[in-house]
């Protein structure tokens, strides 16, 4: 399948599962670091580093290889500003 000009795998479930695992323990990781960085970390952060990790360690499973060129690079960084850009706003909009 292609789209945008990158060639993409549909993801079985099976590889949506090890994305998803592999993303929580990413997570893990980055939320201990940033606590440790700066101890007041506010939930809106977290959430948003959940989105950015789940979504790179999905689009890796999709077959999204940043080292064959400019193009996936580019593809994964738009897709990944539309999610941060949903996510504040529904972020904001429930806050409100």
């Given at each position: 399948?292609?789209?945008?000009?990158?060639?993409?795998?549909?993801?079985?479930?099976?590889?949506?599962?090890?994305?998803?695992?592999?993303?929580?323990?990413?997570?893990?990781?980055?939320?201990?670091?940033?606590?440790?960085?700066?101890?007041?970390?506010?939930?809106?952060?977290?959430?948003?580093?959940?989105?950015?990790?789940?979504?790179?360690?999905?689009?890796?499973?999709?077959?999204?290889?940043?080292?064959?060129?400019?193009?996936?690079?580019?593809?994964?960084?738009?897709?990944?500003?539309?999610?941060?850009?949903?996510?504040?706003?529904a972020?904001?909009w429930?806050?409100?």
């Amino acid at each position: 399948m292609q789209i945008l000009g990158v060639q993409w795998r549909k993801p079985t479930f099976k590889a949506f599962t090890e994305a998803s695992v592999i993303g929580l323990g990413l997570w893990l990781c980055g939320v201990a670091a940033m606590v440790q960085a700066n101890p007041q970390v506010g939930a809106d952060e977290v959430g948003a580093l959940l989105v950015m990790v789940w979504w790179f360690s999905l689009g890796a499973r999709m077959g999204l290889d940043l080292r064959t060129g400019l193009r996936p690079l580019l593809v994964n960084l738009g897709i990944a500003a539309v999610l941060l850009a949903c996510y504040s706003a529904a972020w904001h909009w429930l806050a409100a």
